[in-house]
């Protein structure tokens, strides 16, 4: 009996998500005939793979899908040979990529010929906030005193690392460059891991790591946070360390470092998909994202939560895409074509 | 003597007899992925990682870390019967391994590569026990100037030591830094050699470049020389096991100094790889069989699996202490403790103390298991040698194939395989050395990264390789290996040239 009663609800709450999103009930008919692969166009054990990797996990634990889902990656040519993969494979719907920012910056920094319209967007599961680190044994309590130190020093003088070359991290060391009007040395490593360790043992000055990168190393009290690039504070209100947490960091802008940017973290799938496969979909990750596991996840990760799809989705690509763009041809970054 | 109450405290986490259970099941699924090339262990441990979202943390990383155990000691089994390494750490065990097979000595050879393990496993593990703490902070001396001088020496104690011309060493190790050049640039994010192919975006792959050169090749070879094993004559009982323990002892140096490589290489972190290559390097340097190396020496077979072994439990260390994975299975592993909950991370000894030393215990009791699961089929992985090469030959074949394709979920990787096989198949007619080419393919890149991050943070002063006491010692100690051979040369040569100068006068 309580069971029935349950299952109803849930049905109940199933059509009040399908309502809401306009979807007539047959839409939603289609579904996964074999399994799906998730291809992360990145390399293992970092923020995208893990992100696959939780919503593998999270799918089989709470049976929202038929079909297995399987993470495989294909990181050559900075993600280029994944969204190649997606690309050409029209009308293929058992496939499905999750992104970060080389969706936008690999085309344009390699001259490799894909972009975002090039396939079927299906949403944005969340933003990956950049925080400013410095070691905690260095004198710059505040954006502001570090900002400071590198307008006073000599040119190259401070030093950034960040994972990859003309990605994410560096677009954001030059747009520091151009708010500053000095200029860093960026040091490119391979993943976000080893960029925190190679802060904390003082081989470079600062890091731009996502939240989830560093926060080990800050809860150890070796990593200070100086601020977050991000129109608003995070809005979490726990603590992480004795007396701070997430929500306690100050804004770059609020520092006078007018600055800002998130990750997209998001999925699509390939060309030429039919709406009632995107939708399939999107209410996959719908389901997903009212898991424990997922909020838990997205609590750790101090992600932005942003949620979004369809056309709003679309626009936001849009906009993103011009964004990088502009931030790519300003640093000279654009591949000679 | 803390460290010891909270290791029994970890041995009583560890009672649970399901986690027991766990451990053989990941030892067994293990050595499977070992054997089978191209599904490596970070492969195996990514595939089977959402399977224990529904386990407790305690025991899901018992089941995944004896996964790993279980693959760093399969790796050998491929590597001695058929010249087949299963992983990239087990190339340098082929050295010497495969020649044993070849000589009806499989037996031997495979139980002094699962003992090698064992005993560097062992080392390692005492010092994650007693000196965690002290040895992490260790790690974190090591930036990019640090990380090229440990590649260098990898290259210099490696370099000269084959009996093949220079030239030939030479050639075939620059061939192996073009292929990996191929593929994005990390320092510029440019694309290398890729000629506008979508295919060749992702480079040459190591291990894909193994399995052709070493496996392919060998077949090749095989059919040439008369379609039959060498090695069918091997001794297929339990006794070789304890004939060989009587002989091992007598090896505890070349034990010994592969397990502290291989510890050191995994913490800083350089990873298994290197770490087996360098040990095979230095034991062939130092041994008074030196000379005998590559011809079946049970030294040989016994260097690089210790280090190996040391370097992959070692590589654990940074992972739980700093979150710095020190292989691509312990990032993968590092994926897991986020999705488990748990941060890694200087804190984790502090808060997770269950979870941390469960871990070290079943590292303990999972090699232990290991080992007994590996001993007691060396028999059986013996016998397949026995099999006619017209039936298992086109099997090995089939196998690469689909290894090659693993590794990246790609068709046009086993066409390359192919390619490489024929390579390989070439070196050997032509008496070029292949260890060269596959050091720089797996180090090249690796090197070359770490070099220009150097040159960016000194500004393109090399004064960076002296900078500090660690890394000065690091590139001193590795030229004056590179440069050895040349000096008793140069003496050598002086000392003969004069006495005939001295008439002509």
Known sequence: MKRNRVSARLLAAAAAVAGACGLAPAEAAWQPTRPVEIIVPAGTGGGADQMARVIQGIVQKHNLMSQPLVVINKAGGAGAEGFLDVKSSTRNPHKIIITLSNLFTTPLATGVPFKWEDMTPVAMLALDEFVLWVNAKSPYKTAKDYVEAIKGGQPHQFKMGGTGSKQEDQIITAAIEQATGSKLTYIPYKGGGDVAAQLVGGHVDSSVNNPIEAVAQWRAGELRPLCVFDSQRIPLQGKVTADMGWGDIPTCKEQGLDVEYLMLRGFFTTPGATPDQVAFYVDLFKKVRETPDWKDFMEKGAFNTTFMTGEEFKAWLKKAADTHRGLMEKAGFLAKS | ?505
């Open chain 2, 1 to 505: 003597m803390e460290a010891l109450t909270s290791l029994i405290h970890g041995f009583g986490v560890l009672g649970d007899p399901m986690n027991i259970v766990y451990m053989f099941v990941g030892i067994f699924l293990g050595v499977l992925i070992g054997v089978l090339p191209g599904l490596g262990g970070a492969n195996g441990v990514a595939i089977l990682l959402p399977l224990t979202f529904s386990m407790s943390p305690v025991s899901a990383i018992i089941m995944l870390s004896s996964i790993y155990w279980g693959a760093l000691f399969g790796g050998a089994i491929t590597s001695v019967l058929f010249n087949i390494p299963g992983e990239p750490w087990s190339v340098a065990t082929t050295f010497d391994g495969y020649p044993m097979a070849q000589q009806g000595r499989a037996g031997e050879a495979l139980t002094a590569a699962f003992t090698g393990s064992f005993f560097g496993a062992f080392v390692a593990t005492l010092l994650l026990t007693f000196l965690a703490p002290v040895i992490a902070r260790f790690a974190l001396n090591f930036g990019p100037a640090e990380f090229f001088a440990v590649y260098l020496l990898t290259f210099c104690s490696f370099v000269g030591m084959g009996k093949e011309s220079p030239f030939k060493v030479i050639s075939a190790m620059m061939l192996g830094f073009a292929l990996a050049a191929v593929g994005l640039d990390t320092v510029t994010g440019q694309l290398r050699m890729t000629f506008g192919s979508a295919e060749l975006l992702r480079g040459f792959d190591f291990l894909v470049a193994v399995i052709g050169l070493f496996g392919v090749g060998e077949i090749l070879l095989t059919m040439e020389e008369g379609l039959a094993f060498k090695g069918r004559s091997a001794k297929i009982n339990l006794r070789v096991v304890l004939h060989t323990w009587k002989e091992l002892p007598r090896l505890w140096l070349t034990a010994l100094r592969g397990s502290i490589v291989g510890c050191w290489m995994g913490i800083t972190p350089g990873g298994a790889t290197p770490a087996s290559f360098m040990s095979y390097g230095l034991a062939k340097r130092f041994s008074r069989n030196g000379a005998r190396f590559g011809k079946g020496e049970i030294e040989g077979v016994l260097a690089p699996e210790t280090a190996a072994h040391a370097a992959g439990t070692s590589a654990l260390l940074p992972m739980l202490t700093l979150g710095i994975p020190g292989s691509p299975t312990a990032a993968v592993l590092l994926g897991g403790l986020l999705i488990w909950g748990l941060q890694p991370g200087p804190l984790l000894f502090v808060e997770q103390k269950d979870f941390v030393w469960g871990l070290i215990a079943s590292i303990y009791l999972g090699n232990i298991a290991g080992l007994i699961v590996v001993l007691t089929t060396v028999p059986l992985f013996a016998s397949i040698l026995r099999i006619p090469f017209s039936i298992i030959a086109p099997i090995i074949l089939v196998v690469c194939a689909v290894g090659a394709y693993t590794v990246h979920n790609a068709l046009l990787d086993i066409s390359v395989m192919l390619i490489f096989g024929v390579l390989g198949y070439l070196f050997k007619k032509l008496g070029y050395p292949l260890a060269p080419l596959v050091l720089a393919l797996v180090l090249g890149d690796m090197a070359e990264s770490s070099f220009r991050q150097a040159m960016l943070l000194s500004r393109g002063s090399l004064s960076i390789f002296w900078a500090n006491p660690l890394v000065a010692i690091l590139v001193t100690l590795a030229l004056a290996m590179l440069f050895w051979p040349l000096i008793s040369f140069v003496t050598e040569r002086f000392g003969r040239k004069r006495p005939q100068m001295v008439p002509g006068q």
